[in-house]
């Protein structure tokens, strides 16, 4: 095969050591270049393409201006690594950028936060003709596509181009990001000669300088070491960062006639360059095949030795086994995932676009990081963890894929003290977890920013957006509830909600009026802060006491021995107990018995009416158009706030209210973030508005794929994509989650034929497939599930039995067993 090409990066105090000595024997190269190669060219195009569009993402031509948002929806990942859609050859508005998951850079400039660190691109790769580049900026486009197959997880490019010379060169080109082995990335270019021949040369690179403004790379200082002459050491001028990363590059270029291509490797100071060089008659097909091996000192203390290690170990399998073994990782994926819509293509696809880059963020085997608000393909919000990850996405992993769910949650019990130090730190006790995070589980948002006009302006969130304390506590329990993760639960969820339960009997007051108040904070609704008793952060710190103190009786008949060290440990008393139920038994609500409505805070109902279909159409969020200072004066609402409150404890509010809530607050909200379409269109769904509902799931099904919200180049909405498949399961499905099995009560789309789904429940997988007129179930392996129909009957469910429950004139007619 040849001598690898490594590239490993160790900062603080470490270098970059790039190996560009081929003699230098560090790959075993003895199993067979033409076997590893061969055969490549009829299998990966043959064996890994969908012809379903409903499984495809299709970006016809070439859109300089678009470049950016492309590259955002064409991203690869496995929770471990991800890269974004980029041009192998760039563009004069590329922004190439590969992360890696919990690998965050800590500036030491005042007032900076961590940010995820983009890493040297490694699937960059120039062609030359005759020693002319070929650009697509440069001649005739004649074809242009590249291809997302979501079922695959494969990102293809189709590319035959007109130079001004008249040589006509096509080239096929694949990309992925391994589902099986998650430290291994595959490219692979094929070109061909179509009217000519000619000398052509691939140049494949890992660039230093490959960031962008739009995604910078860190401050890298080139040094040479006397210590060793062969190797480009370079060291991260930013204190703070800890981690060393290594990456391993094995690369070869062979036709399809059997000739192989000549191969040397180059470096200066900032890049390592590979080039493959060979003569290409008219006709003839070149294959350039990459291996790609990535390793950070997170996982193991010498990531340079593994990294070329995992390439001896890659070689004898060749580059066809790997994408199979990747494509095979991906099936079961999609069999406890896939929701099929019949009726609405459109809808189709992107609900496959947004579970393909669900299931691309997650890393089950790595509890010590979370999804950031952009997944791993972009760097807004700089890999930042918000109420996003257990509010959103969440229940997506633990209806589909449980061990993601766990080790997302995990994350939050490594960083758990991370959170009782904050809570230390503002005078309350339990943990008070951060509004953003990183890698650390410290408080990571900005004091204040500075805004498009110059202004510095203070930003209150990491004080004030305390709501996510009961959020994380509820994405807990849920996923205790519907997986049966006893495990988890006993030895780490449940401290969790005990800790978060104290943290809210510490952060309000009791006051004269006999009710606990909690003021001063900011409730989901962020047009509007710094107010008291935000009625969503009050009745989830309600939920969250009562569960706390649930959970403590839990802990006391279940795991005596785990409640014993617990209680020792965290020095909890029943009265302190007892004290929980009163406070949220007293907690301050502005709930209307004659209206049925809940005050968002105290005094919204006195702030200014505004109209917002005197705004519409518009282009951008109601914050911009009023300004900071306007829209606090105004009622309205950024995104689903109440709303959400009604959604979540659905079964603990009037069903007068879920209704009245939702009416009167969805003419109030601008939609001002990305998260609250999903939501809209759930509880539309679920109250049978069938317009409203199919407004709002078009809505939230375009916001990545239509970039309605103008900033998809940031990268995908992982919250909003996770909202979507909520929207579709739990609102039009109409799912819901009791102590003892599942309830649907179904409202479908009157354009829909059937939509099905699969979800996971305790050790059983759950079939369902609704029609207009009828609900099926199949209960695949595990356990019996009891599944009640609203106004409906109710079934045991048996493993391997299907179920059929007719729609009748009021209801529906009782569950009976097919076969």
């Known amino acids: 095969m040849g001598t690898a090409t490594h590239l490993s990066i160790e900062t603080e105090p470490g270098e970059v050591f790039m190996n560009h000595s081929a003699s230098q024997p560090q790959v075993d190269t003895r199993h067979g270049a033409l076997a590893y190669a061969e055969a490549v060219p009829s299998i990966l195009p043959a064996l890994f393409r969908d012809s379903d569009p409903t499984w495809l993402l299709v970006e016809e031509g070439f859109t300089l201006a678009r470049e950016h948002e492309v590259e955002s929806l064409f991203a690869i990942a496995n929770g471990y690594v991800g890269n974004r859609g980029c041009l192998a050859e760039g563009s004069a508005l590329s922004a190439p950028a590969t992360f890696i998951a919990g690998v965050f850079e800590h500036p030491q400039t005042p007032g900076a936060v961590p940010q995820l660190i983009t890493l040297p691109d490694w699937a960059g790769v120039r062609i030359w003709i005759s020693d002319e580049p070929l650009s697509i900026e440069r001649g005739q486009v004649l074809e242009h596509r590249r291809v997302l197959d979501l079922r695959r997880g494969m990102l293809w490019r189709e590319w035959r181009h007109r130079d001004p010379h008249g040589r006509i060169t096509r080239i096929v080109a694949c990309r992925l990001a391994s589902l099986s082995d998650r430290h291994l990335l595959l490219h692979s270019v094929t070109l061909t000669a179509e009217n000519y021949s000619s000398v052509v040369r691939f140049e494949s690179s890992i660039d230093i300088d490959s960031g962008s403004m739009t995604f910078p790379m860190p401050d890298w200082k ?38 192989v291509g000549e191969r040397e490797i180059d470096a200066d100071e900032r890049r390592i360059v590979e080039r493959c060089e060979m003569n290409a008659e008219i006709g003839t097909e070149c294959h350039l095949h990459r291996l790609i091996s990535i390793f950070t000192s997170r996982e193991k203390p010498r990531p340079f030795e593994d990294a070329l290690s995992h390439l001896n170990r890659l070689l004898p399998r060749g580059i066809a086994d790997a994408a199979s073994s990747h494509v095979s990782e991906w099936q079961p994926r999609w069999q406890t995932a896939d929701i099929e819509v019949v009726g609405d293509d459109s ?24 999804i950031g608000a952009r997944a791993l393909t972009g760097s807004a919000y700089k890999g930042h963890v918000f109420w996003d990850t257990e509010i959103y996405m969440l229940p997506f992993f633990t209806f589909t894929h449980p061990p993601s769910a766990r080790a997302l949650l995990e994350y939050r019990y490594h960083t758990l003290d991370a959170a009782r130090a904050k809570a230390r ?39 004030m957006e305390v709501h996510i304390s009961a959020d994380i506590a509820y994405g807990i329990w849920q996923y205790w509830n519907v997986t049966g993760d006893e495990e988890f639960f006993s030895q780490c969820g449940a401290e969790i909600i005990l800790e978060t339960a104290r943290f809210w009997a510490s952060r309000g007051t009791m006051e004269s009026d006999g009710r606990y108040h909690i003021r001063h904070v900011i409730g989901p609704d962020e047009y509007h802060e710094d107010v008291d008793d935000n009625a969503y952060t009050n009745l989830m710190a309600a939920w969250n006491l009562r569960r706390g103190a649930e959970t403590a009786s839990l802990l006391q008949s279940r795991w005596a021995g785990r409640w014993r060290e617990l209680a020792d440990r965290l020095q909890i008393t029943e009265e302190e107990l007892k004290t929980w139920s009163k406070l949220a038994d007293s907690m301050f609500t502005t709930f209307d018995q004659q209206t049925f409505l809940f005050e968002q805070f105290q005094g919204y109902f006195a702030k200014e009416p505004a109209n917002l279909k005197s705004y519409e159409p518009r282009s951008v969020a109601m914050d911009v158009i009023l ?21 979540l404890l659905w079964d603990e509010m009037v069903p007068e209210a879920r209704g009245a809530n939702f009416r009167y607050y969805e003419s109030r909200t601008g939609h001002g973030s990305s998260l609250s379409p999903s939501i809209h269109a759930l509880m539309a769904a679920r109250l049978g508005d069938g317009h409203l509902a199919q407004q709002y799931v078009k809505q939230a099904s375009e916001i990545d794929l239509g970039n309605n919200m ?73 356990e019996p599930v009891r599944v009640r129909l609203d106004a409906g009957s109710e079934v045991i469910a048996a493993p391997r039995q299907e179920y059929m429950a007719d729609r009748a004139q009021a209801g529906w007619n009782p569950w009976r067993m097919l076969h």
């Open 222 to 259: 080139p040094r040479r070491s006397p210590e060793r002459p062969n190797v480009l050491p370079l060291v991260l001028r930013t204190p703070g960062v800890e981690v060393n990363i290594a990456f391993g590059v094995m690369g070869q270029l062979v036709a399809s006639t059997g000739t």
């Open 347 to 370: 809808l189709q696809r992107a609900l496959r676009f947004a579970e393909y880059h669900l299931i691309s963020a997650a890393n089950p085997e790595d509890g010590r990081v979370s």
């Open 425 to 463: 730190a503002a005078g309350f006790r339990g943990a008070m977890y951060p509004w953003e995070s990183a890698d650390t589980g410290e408080e990571t948002t900005p004091k204040a920013i500075i805004t498009p006009g110059g202004e510095v302006m203070r930003v209150l969130n990491g004080e």
């Open 627 to 647: 300004g900071h200072e306007r829209i606090q004066r105004t009622n309205i609402v950024k995104q689903a706030d109440v709303v959400m409150a009604a959604y």
């Open 710 to 782: 103008g900033n998809a180049a940031g990268g995908v909405h992982a919250a909003a994509l996770g909202g979507l498949w909520q929207a579709m399961v739990f609102g039009f499905g109409g799912l819901r989650t009791q102590r003892d099995g599942i309830c649907l009560a179904p409202n479908l789309l009157s354009h829909w034929r059937r939509l099905s789904f699969p979800l996971q429940w305790r050790k059983s997988t759950v079939h369902i497939s609704i029609e207009p007129s009828a609900v099926r179930i199949a209960v695949e392996g595990g």
